[in-house]
């Protein structure tokens, strides 16, 4: 078991490696896969970021804050600003 952050960590299945949740082991799918894409996510305004992210709101809606939650506890396991309607990024991806 490797951990990738905090919140996720490398596991073993069948002999193929998975990314799980720390805290409650729920699988969030293959480990050469984003793991964003089968979290649960909200989207909001960047500004949910904080309260000194984009104060004046330039460039309107162009840039949304995301966060993922695990489907299985809820626990929120990444956090993202990213262009509106761009795919998840992946923080970390490892090399085959």
Not at 72 to 83: H, S
Request: glycine share 8%.
């Amino acid at each position: 078991m490797a951990s990738l952050n905090d919140f996720l960590k490398i596991t073993e299945r069948d002999g193929i490696s998975m990314i799980t949740c720390s805290r409650c082991e729920h699988e969030l799918g293959p480990a050469d896969q984003n793991p964003n894409l089968n979290a649960l996510m909200h989207e909001g305004p960047v500004q949910e970021a904080g309260p000194h992210v984009n104060p004046y709101h330039l460039h309107g809606d162009k840039f949304v804050f995301r966060q993922f939650y695990c489907p299985g506890c809820l626990a929120l396991i990444n956090t993202e600003v990213a262009q509106r309607g761009e795919p998840p990024l992946w923080d970390v991806q490892l090399e085959a």
